[in-house]
């Protein structure tokens, strides 16, 4: 068996791996990097596919040139996950599987990219289901709980040993929507002997467990019905794949406020959840292109403490319509006490940290109150993945989803669990191959 690591071992985001065996390879994941994505302008994201692989936009895959590449198999429906498959899956001529969910967003990714020629290579398959793809691999997806509908754990079963595939996830046993983790068949595979496990390392160095998305929405009904104890506008900021959580934002309202969203995201992501019935969005309006959103706000100036508004920009992106509004690109100006719920945290890298500071300044110089952690993470901590290893008990542990400081702490835990650095654990780089 020859493990390939492409993208995904020397930041957070762009994941992509790959498993080969008797001259047969699975791509695991095909994600963008989206700090690179977020400096550039729009016409910049028009440059070729080489130029954006030279800028470290997208993953490096020159590795896999002349392979026999027999499938690609999604974990999600994150764009750090699935958001390079327009761009770089066609020369591979490979069947593409994915959940459900995640899918329906790849059709529009695809549709936008103009290639939507590429949907016939799409393959649902959902959490419970296994299924075939040669004679050396057969995929299982085992459902695993993370901030966006329909996540699994990939189970990768080859006749050297199970390959499983753990990349996002946290172990939520009080999930708002769907249910908790399948612990009995991870124990199970478990039992059966895992060969390798690739796991996330983006909170590893957190010493706790991940809360429970229960927990945020105790949190989003409390600041909900506080703000509205104040005669103002109410914005609140989210990630809009987080269906869970938007959901909980249009329950909390209690059909006090008229909702609107604003934001080409929220398009993106809700229309497909509310297809598959994960969402009802019966009680509010979408306003997803430029346009529309600077007519809704123009509308809105005139009695905003009628609504609740949720934007998109919680990351602090430059373009994103938050920061926009910041920076009084539209009618709507906020007003002293206008308040803000950041229902979400700053994914953990430089340039997302210094967005997030030029829009919070942004806010605090109009005197916009902000209400900040409204939030659960979607993503395991230093606890929940010793309970993984344990399950599992892998032969081998590679650390992924992270730069090398979150590598390297991954693996000082698994060496507390008994694993050897260099040996059974291993800190890889983009680029790096690996025969086990």
């Known amino acids: ?9 020397n930041e957070v985001g762009k994941n992509m791996s790959a498993v080969e065996i008797d001259g047969e390879v699975v791509i695991l994941d095909m994600g963008i990097y989206l700090d690179k994505i977020i400096t550039l302008e729009e016409e910049d994201r028009k440059i070729s596919t080489k130029d954006m692989i030279h800028i470290g936009a997208l993953p490096d895959d020159h590795m896999l040139e002349n392979k026999k590449v027999v499938a690609i198999v999604l974990s999600h429906g994150h764009l750090d996950h699935i958001a390079a498959v ?3 899956a066609e020369r591979y001529k490979c069947p593409i599987i994915a959940t459900p969910y995640a899918c329906e967003i790849l059709k529009t990714l695809l549709k936008d990219a103009g290639v939507g020629y590429m949907i016939k290579s799409l393959f649902p398959l ?6 075939s793809i040669s004679a050396n691999f057969e995929v299982e997806y085992v459902h695993m709980t993370h901030s966006i509908p329909h996540t699994a754990m990939i189970a990768l079963h080859t006749k050297e040993g199970i390959i499983a595939y753990l990349n996002d996830y946290k172990l939520d046993n009080n999930p708002t929507l769907g249910e908790k983790p399948d612990y009995k068949r991870i124990r199970q595979l478990g039992k059966e002997g895992v060969k390798l496990l690739v796991s996330e390392c983006v909170r590893v160095a957190d010493e706790a467990r991940t809360p429970p998305e229960y927990v945020a929405k105790v949190l989003v009904n409390d600041a909900i019905d506080r703000a509205y104890e104040e005669n103002t506008a109410v914005f609140i900021t989210t990630f809009a794949s987080h269906i869970a959580r938007i959901r909980t934002i249009i329950e ?4 006090r406020r008229e909702i609107i969203m604003l934001g080409r995201a929220f398009g993106n992501y809700l229309t497909p959840a509310s297809d598959l019935g994960l969402i009802n ?6 306003y997803s292109r430029p346009k529309a959103v600077a007519k809704a706000l123009s509308t809105f100036k005139s009695n905003p403490e009628n609504y609740l508004v949720l934007a998109t920009g919680n990351q602090g992106e430059p373009n994103a319509v938050l920061s926009r509004m910041a920076r009084k690109e539209y009618e709507f100006k906020f007003r002293k006490e206008d308040q803000v719920i950041f229902s979400s945290e700053v994914i953990p890298n430089p340039l997302n940290r210094a967005n997030r500071y030029t829009l919070e300044q942004a806010l605090r110089e109009e005197g916009v109150r902000m209400l900040h952690h409204v939030h659960v993470s979607g993503h395991a901590r230093r606890e929940d993945h010793r309970d993984i290893l344990r ?3 892998p032969q081998y542990v590679f650390p992924n989803h992270g730069e090398t400081e979150r590598l390297a702490s991954y693996a000082a835990l698994a060496m507390d669990e008994g694993y050897k650095m260099g040996d059974t ?8 191959a690996v025969e086990l």
Do not use: C, D, H
């Not at 959902?126 to 299924?131: L, W, Y």
């Not at 909390?252 to 059909?255: C, I, P």
């Open 281 to 286: 969005l019966n009680s509010t309006k979408i």
């Open 1 to 9: 068996m020859k493990f390939y690591a492409i993208g995904g071992y």
């Open 391 to 393: 399950m599992l008990s």
């Open 126 to 131: 959902s959490s419970g289901e296994t299924a």
């Open 252 to 255: 909390a309202n209690k059909q």
């Open 425 to 432: 654990v291993k800190i890889l780089y983009n680029g790096a």
């Open 86 to 88: 327009p761009r770089m």
